[in-house]
């Protein structure tokens, strides 16, 4: 596809002679998915040039101009290597220095076909770049009373058809798991009688997986990423929730308290911020752990089991339930003044089960059964953590701390994709898409992110059902 087929924003008009006489710009179309800040950056300062530099000789000036074009094209081979500019000479008429932007038809192609899935730019960098190419093309057309806008649209969206079907597809792909994922689940709550908040979700979640198509079906494509980073964020937690609360009733035959993160709500969540009392991070758990974690490596040292403080804090990691959160990250009830909008649990009720989920940790150690002394160390250890404290209330997990969580198990960089979308919640002008169709890369793009976001998805739930969690 060469440049009288390629979708353009308008035109660059050139200044009246009178005004700016030493030179005229020859390529004056700003094309769609070209930086054109860029340009008129570049041509602005050439007026500067030739307006500190108007009484020298044309020979100095066109070599200024010269100059200043090669600082420029170094970056640009560099960074955009498909574009340059180049400084003229021209044989006729009263204006005697030419400007040219020169595209590499064919690089600017494997541009557009390689830019979009390329790894090495965050969906940040890929938004700044558009920026750069839309919002000096599109001021021009909004501003220009000739403005083609239009029909740069509808070429757009001929060109990006294939790319929005392929994102359909994929959505419709997800869609199917999804389906597929709940039947599953529901088969496994109702031979087991369990409450499984991720089948609560999945309803809405499909949903608005289905509303996406609609959204693209009508080239609108920031909103996506918003509702992506929204999926993303409920269904961690829901699955965060559920693989502590099966973990615990694996370990007994009844939990006999509410799922305390089934019940989060906004006053629970500033209160705690407030205090401090925040899951930021897998490291702020970590540091929980850190008491429990020495007085195991010390009783391996004793009984000569050779457990490293690494190994131990992997294995807590790894069996982690409810009643263990509670007793490692809580703080007592008072200290949020008794607020009955800030759930609790009483200490009583997760003895029982913390000496359970503690010999479950030293059994995974052991890889062995335990021995009598094992058995009064998780009695001891459950004393120590919990101590004379009466009612409980958990630290508040972050979005960040609970996609790390379940992106640990499930092996999938979970929170790398929450951020990257968070971008799209703020209100940065870059994250703006101005028009629907004003860009051919937005729409390749979104089908890289598409993708990305049902694989990882499809792999966690995949994961999650095969360690039956």
């Not at 660059?12 to 005229?24: A, E, G, Y």
């Not at 004793?302 to 959160?325: E, V």
Request: charged share 30%; glycine share 4%.
């Amino acid at each position: 596809m060469g440049k009288k087929e390629w979708p353009i924003y308008g035109i660059i008009r050139n200044p009246p002679v009178k005004d700016q006489p030493l030179f005229r710009i020859q390529s004056r179309n700003l094309y769609v998915d070209v930086p054109n800040n860029i340009i008129l950056d570049f041509i602005t300062h050439l007026m500067v040039i030739a307006e500190e530099m108007k009484e020298e000789d044309e020979e100095k000036i066109r070599e200024e101009f010269r100059k200043f074009a090669g600082k420029v094209n170094d970056f640009l081979s560099k960074n955009i290597p498909w574009m340059k500019f180049v400084i003229r000479k021209e044989t006729s008429g009263s204006v005697r220095i030419g400007v040219q932007i020169r595209i590499d038809w064919k690089k600017f192609e494997e541009f557009l076909r390689d830019f979009p899935s390329n790894n090495k730019f965050s969906l940040t960098e890929k938004y700044e770049y558009l920026f750069a190419c839309k919002r000096a093309g599109l001021i021009i057309a909004l501003r220009d009373r000739e403005s083609r806008i239009e029909d740069t649209q509808k070429r757009v969206r001929e060109i990006v058809e294939e790319d929005i079907t392929n994102t359909m597809e994929s959505l419709d792909s997800l869609c199917q798991h999804i389906s597929e994922y709940k039947n599953t689940l529901l088969r496994g709550a109702r031979r087991k009688k369990l409450g499984i908040l991720t089948l609560e979700y999945l309803p809405e979640m499909y949903s608005t997986v289905t509303s996406l198509k609609t959204i693209v079906s009508d080239g609108v494509v920031t909103p996506c990423y918003r509702e992506l980073r929204k999926i993303l964020g409920n269904l961690c937690w829901a699955i965060f929730n559920d693989i502590l609360y099966q973990r615990s009733v694996s370990r007994a035959r009844s939990v006999n308290f509410t799922p305390l993160y089934t019940v989060i709500s906004q006053e629970w969540f500033l209160k705690s911020r407030g205090k401090g009392h925040t899951l930021k991070d897998l490291g702020d758990l970590r540091r929980c752990m850190k008491d429990m974690t020495d007085k195991l490596e010390f009783y391996s040292k004793i009984k000569g089991y050779g457990w490293s403080k690494k190994s131990i804090r992997k294995t807590i990691l790894d069996t982690i339930d409810y009643s263990l959160i509670i007793v490692l990250t809580g703080r007592e009830r008072r200290e949020y003044d008794k607020d009955e909008r800030i759930p609790f649990v009483k200490a009583e009720q997760l003895k029982p089960l913390t000496v359970r989920s503690i010999e479950m940790v030293i059994s995974s150690l052991k890889n062995k059964r335990l021995s009598k002394s094992d058995r009064r160390l998780a009695v001891e250890l459950s004393e120590g953590v919990i101590g004379d404290k009466k009612e409980l209330v958990p630290a508040f997990p972050s979005d960040k701390f609970v996609m790390k969580f379940v992106g640990r198990i499930a092996g999938v960089n979970l929170y790398e994709l929450y951020r990257n979308y968070s971008v799209f919640v703020h209100s940065y002008p870059f994250s703006w898409q101005t028009f629907p169709y004003s860009s051919v890369l937005e729409y390749r793009i979104l089908l890289h992110e598409v993708n990305r976001f049902r694989d990882a998805i499809v792999q966690m739930l995949d994961r999650i059902h095969e360690l039956k969690l």
